[in-house]
């Protein structure tokens, strides 16, 4: 007999073998899940949930999809947080701590209560990222941001009513487009092919590769690998 | 640590030898070597996993046999179902699919100055292009040229791709790197902009462009960032299950049906994009997936049914490191870039058996002979598996490199107790990607006129095997490339008049007489997992 566990989906229990996750165990129940379910592999943040153990105080958010079942569990998932999206022309704004108070003002009235970090599903220090974004270092709410899958848990345990992953977002963008040095070899590369230096040869590719197959073969089997 | 003394144990031959190993640069393998190893393993040659298609375009051909079910299935609606006079969307170009391919197409759609909308069963963003870990391949180097980058997909593809299409890949992958960077997606750079760039399994050039392991993630969202601030409308949770067509038999729109609540729509277009990605849920062979969950191949039922034509849809891509334990992450990627960084493919001896960048066809089969023939895998409850060396990385590139370069794969591992910089993990091959998909010319318009396609859907662009960071730079460029060209054929295109369900009873009937006929009802939308018989 598999060793079986009592869990609870939105309070109702249900027996299910140890070694699941929360999503597979839902499943085993019987759920034909629609919503709270996207890549199954911890990157897209569709299937954010919260649960507590029976008989203890702590709450956690997880990912169902990354997280086994335990004894005990009172889960209920969030399939949708209604986060606030600010929309704005990604050429038209720039890098400054102006931008952040005109869309995301709101991050202002963080009180530094750090619910926001202790509920993020990827272990984030959410509420040091959003310090970043208030002080306008973008760079730093980038990177410590990075691994965001935008779930929304942090959010709906913010007193300040902020929006964390929106506001990452935006840092981001304003990173990789404004901050981060510009590529030299890809401008470069991309002006060269424009330009139409490459045209010639590769119609020569292309026509071998219908009439004459071997010699792309040789090509192929005997080109320089780069170490 | 594991779970299970025993593969501690045999983690320790692992970690014995690993100093030997490390700096080895195992043989690659010849053509006739690849060849042979490829009819003897590869899950692609196995006759009886096939069946050849009875009814459509590709009467005669072999397809997967979960796959030949869904083309051979049943509609799940009746022309009498709808009410065609009355659209309940009205657009210029109407994008079926939130990932990647569907994203990059509606923004250049939009930039064209037309009406774009998207459909997506789900929500915008959950897609295989969110799951991309390991980068997305641009010859943008001083050593490297998109020549080079042609013979290295076109031959990676067993010489099976349609040059025209191998062409436009690669010359046009610097400017959507470029593109992409504009929009604000990170890429890893030195700090003078240079590209960190690594190798792929199969590449001549250090050409891969990467956003730590969270590559497809970082464009997936920010693409998605992107869609809404230009305020283009998502319609979510919405499928499409049927292509509409006008009394001339051009693609008109889209019969919808609401996920929840199962209403039926109308969605009319002048010009129709399938971006609806793979078939990773099909779980073809039996193989688990690294795929999304919506991976179901609608987007080729949606074509075949109104006479789109397939390109090499018998071929697809195991990946060869899937997770083979523990369980609860079974078949998920495991990313190429952690060989690109240095570790290998060890077996229970403790022995390098392959080159560890061969391509992701050989590779697959070369662990799966390692499983089987040779008796030198390791095995699970779940399964046999090969050890995936990791620490090497930091025995090659020094202490912090995996948690700055691929941080993902350790948060994952990590969950279940498994410390990749210190244990080697455990990897079998996984459903990955289709190959084939939708045949489509360079200006990615299927046979049907009005209906394009783009991304994983579309056939041709990889051959036969398709290269790491390929498919990221698929979903860009033709994603791109379909929202321009279906926008230009949108405003030279009237309003449709006439919409017709015709081809359904048509279909239908030509099934039934066929003989062929499976009764399943396709497209699929989501798979079946919910337990039964309890």
Known sequence: ?227 | MYKIDRLNELAKVVAAKRAENTPLEPRRMTADEKDTLLRSFHPDYKEGEFSILAAGVNKGDKVPTQLAELLQGKSRISAEDVDLSAPDYDTDVLIIGGGGAGASAAIEADEAGVKAMIVTKLRIGDANTMMAEGGIQAADKPNDSPLIHYIDAFGGGHFAAKPELVKKLVTKAPEAIQWLNKLGVEFDKEPDGTMVTTHGGGTSRKRMHAAKDYSGAEIMRTLRDEVINRGIPVIDFTAAVEIILDKNGKAAGAVLMNMETKELLVARAKTVIIATGGAGRLHYQGFPTSNHYGATADGLILGYRVGAKLLYADTLQYHPTGTGYPEQIFGALVTEKVRSLGAKLVNIDGDVFMHPLETRDVTAASIIRECTERGKGIETNLGKAVWLDTPMIELKHGEGTIEKRIPAMLRMFGKYGIDIRKEPILVYPTLHYQNGGLDITDDCATGVENLYAAGEVAGGIHGRNRLMGNSLLDVIVFGRNAGIYAAAKAKETDTPSALTLDHIAKFNKELEESGAASGTPSPMLLPHYARKNK
Do not use: W
């Open chain 1, 1 to 227: 007999m598999e060793n079986m566990l009592n869990v609870y989906l939105f309070g109702k229990k249900y027996q299910v073998p140890a070694g699941l996750t929360i999503m597979t165990a839902m499943e085993y129940a019987g759920y034909e899940l629609v919503r709270g379910c996207g890549c199954r592999n911890g990157f897209c943040g569709a299937c954010a949930t919260i649960y507590r153990i029976k008989g203890q105080v702590e709450l956690h958010g997880c990912l169902a999809c990354q997280t086994e079942v335990e004894e005990g569990m009172y889960v209920a998932t969030l399939p949708f947080f209604p986060l606030e999206k600010r929309v704005y022309d990604i050429n038209e704004i720039k890098p400054d701590a102006q931008i952040m108070m005109q869309l995301y003002p709101e991050i202002y009235s963080c009180i530094g209560c750090n619910a926001c970090t202790k509920a993020c599903t990827q272990e984030l220090n959410v509420m040091q990222y959003i310090a970043y974004a208030q002080r306008g270092e973008f760079e730093k709410c980038a990177e410590e941001s990075f691994d965001c899958v935008m779930c929304g848990v942090c959010s709906s345990r913010c007193p300040a009513g902020i929006s964390h992953p929106q506001v990452a977002m935006l840092a981001r963008r304003l990173n990789g487009k404004y901050i981060a040095p510009e590529c030299g070899h890809l401008n470069d590369r991309v002006g060269e092919i424009n330009e139409g230096i490459f045209d010639e040869k590769m119609a020569e590719l292309m026509a071998k590769s219908v009439d004459n197959i071997q010699e792309i073969k040789d090509m192929y089997n005997n080109r320089e690998i780069e170490k």
